[in-house]
């Protein structure tokens, strides 16, 4: 119950954060989704992209603060670049990072020599994150996956030929002490913020979350799946140098560059595709009772065959940075028994939810951002 107890002075669960959204087109009006994506939890949508093509992304910062695009595995000009760095030669601000109302279009190359070898997947697994300030962006929220595959691996819908289903996994300790939102989700969460001491260990450490796409104890949705479906899963590493990972698919084995074994290592800012044919949990021990651990689900069902196959060189994506309460348990059924430390009655929070409302924690909500994406194939 460390991290999911309300109270005086405790966030518990529930946070403010920011995440990346995406929309049809560039009016930001109708937000994209499908059932697929629901898995995706606090990730912002999928970028994918074939070796040759150049990907446009406009960005509208809906949020409160300055946010930009930073990605991995794609070259860009200066223009499109998302981080700050020392430039002496530079004589104006940084452009691609986009203020509060703004919108910013960001051009990337995908080139020749930068995508899978005949040795790898025929996709490769990178990132993409805001670096306005790296770690309290992405410990906000900002954080998406990005694809770049072989050509003529891309069906016109932009899913893999061959490929039944794709998920996509971040593995990462989300420290909400290390937050733009801190000083919000105390003041919105605990029952008395004139209490909180932000420098006090037990406090620090009820706001690092063991996620996997924002969600702890087995409350990701949508890992579900058919017998004998061919299965991609896109593993991408991000925090700190507490964030290293031992993931393990129990019961099953993967395809990892070129080897079968039933795990893998995870690392910050690094990523990795494994192929599977049909529990999947992080076996660092600290982690996996910290609830870094989910299941997945496989039915005896057929899916249907993909859409026809068609190559794009030009694709277009519309994203948005968006604030919103994130619940780190938002499937209450599966919540954890907690525990009235003022009484030491064993209780169950109400409506089957994790978030308690003892005198030290503060639920499950915080709040963050996120970014929202629509695509064009051209």
């Known amino acids: 119950a460390t991290y999911f107890t309300q109270g005086t002075d405790r966030i518990g669960?529930?946070?403010w954060k920011v995440h990346y959204v995406g929309y049809t087109d560039a009016t930001f009006?109708?937000?994209t989704w499908s059932e697929d994506m629901k898995h995706l939890g606090i990730l912002g949508p999928v970028i994918k992209a074939e070796v040759g093509d150049t990907v446009l992304v406009t960005f509208a910062n809906k949020a409160r603060r300055s946010y930009s695009i930073m990605a991995h595995g794609v070259s860009f000009s200066k223009l499109s670049e998302g981080a700050p760095y020392l430039d002496v030669c530079a004589t104006d601000e940084f452009r691609a990072h986009v203020k509060p109302g703004e919108t910013f279009t960001y051009k990337w190359r995908v080139p020749e020599n930068g995508g899978p070898t005949e040795s790898d997947p025929p996709c490769l697994t990178y990132l993409y994150y805001?670096?306005?300030d790296a770690v309290k962006d992405t410990n906000s929220g900002l954080?998406?996956?990005l694809l770049v595959c072989r050509k003529n691996t891309l069906n016109h819908d932009g899913t893999q030929k061959g490929i039944d289903r794709e998920f996509y996994l971040l593995f990462s300790i989300f420290d909400e002490n290390d937050s733009w939102y801190l000083n919000k989700n105390i003041e919105a969460f605990t029952g008395d913020p004139t209490k909180v001491d932000e420098n006090d260990a037990d406090f620090m450490?009820?706001?690092?979350m063991h996620a996997v796409n924002g969600y702890l104890y087995g409350n990701l949705p949508g890992l579900t799946m058919c017998k004998n479906d061919k299965v991609s899963w896109h593993l991408i590493g991000l925090g700190s140098h507490y964030d290293m990972h031992g993931v393990h698919f129990q019961g099953n084995t993967i395809d990892l560059r070129g080897t079968t074994r039933d795990g893998l290592a995870l690392f910050p800012h690094l990523s990795g595709t494994a192929l599977m044919q049909p529990d999947l949990v992080c076996r660092t021990f600290d982690h996996f009772v910290g609830g870094m651990k989910h299941l997945y689900e496989v039915s005896s069902c057929r899916s249907p065959s993909g859409a026809q196959q068609q190559r794009g060189a030009m694709r277009i994506y519309y994203i948005a940075a968006e604030?919103?309460?994130?619940d780190y348990a938002s499937n209450k059924s599966s919540a954890p028994k907690v525990?009235?430390?003022?009484s030491y009655e064993e209780r169950y929070p109400t409506q089957k939810t994790v978030?308690?409302?003892g005198h030290t924690y503060s639920g499950g909500e915080i709040l963050k951002h996120h970014f929202m994406m629509s695509t064009m194939l051209y």
């Open 13 to 15: 669960g529930q946070y």
């Open 29 to 31: 009006s109708e937000k």
């Open 130 to 132: 805001s670096a306005t």
């Open 143 to 145: 954080v998406g996956p």
């Open 205 to 208: 450490e009820s706001n690092k």
């Open 323 to 326: 604030e919103v309460e994130w």
């Open 339 to 342: 525990y009235n430390i003022s």
């Open 355 to 357: 978030v308690g409302t």
